[in-house]
């Protein structure tokens, strides 16, 4: 159940589209998870989506926005790929239809030995403080699930941590941006400190290949 990094890209530029041109690392295996971390600065969610060139398809498993200053748009995309990616290959974020976005990026990774998205446990918050978090809007479904989250804030934040999360995917620079693993089989908190204060956080769940749920109150009568 590895992580792995595939790399990262950020511009301050105003287009409609970003993309990790070259993939740090392959992602050989059919059915492999690959979670795209991605946001701009448009503050409008209708119409955004990721793509590869392998065609392989992604989709939303959180979003959330902000319209303070920036209009922080930040999102969790995800794809059990049907066809393998090479280090010659592209994981594409394509903004709100109509919008040259002012400020976006694209992180990403992949991790082996899970096959399907917990909605149930899906969340998100945006805030103005100094602190950042969000809990897991239920607990796991299934032992050990790969709980990712993502948070983004504006104006050059600092961020220090999230929670007791494995920072190991890539973040982007220039922007303050921190994606962060941790498997559960509870109800995890992603949270941190920032130097600003605009922020979006999100959280959300993958359960384990072949995972089953425990049995909970069955009791067994012999007669």
Known sequence: MAVVDLGNNSTFASQQTIAIT??????????????????????VTTGIQVTDTKSNTYLPAVVNYTLG????????????????????DSIIYHAATGFAANGMAINACSA??????????ANSATG?????????????????EIFFGFVISNNVPTI??????????????????????QISSGTPTC???????????LIASFAPTGAQAPIVGTKLIFQ
């Not at 993939?23 to 998870?33: E, K, Q, R, Y």
């Not at 200053?69 to 010659?88: D, Q």
């Not at 220090?160 to 693993?181: L, Q």
């Open 69 to 88: 200053v920036g209009h922080v748009c930040c999102s969790m995309f995800y794809s059990f790929i049907n066809t393998p990616l090479t280090t010659g």
């Open 22 to 43: 070259a993939l740090t690392n392959a992602v050989p295996v059919i059915g492999t998870l690959v979670v795209a971390f991605v946001e701009d600065f448009n503050g």
């Open 112 to 121: 082996t030995g899970y096959s399907s998205f917990d909605a149930a446990t």
């Open 128 to 144: 103005t403080s100094a602190t950042f978090s969000v809990t897991a809007a239920h607990a796991a479904a299934f032992p050990n």
């Open 160 to 181: 220090t941590g999230a929670g007791t999360w494995n920072t190991a995917p890539p973040n982007g620079t220039p922007f303050s941006n921190e994606a962060a693993y």
């Open 191 to 201: 949270s941190g400190t920032l130097t600003s204060q605009q922020w979006v956080v």
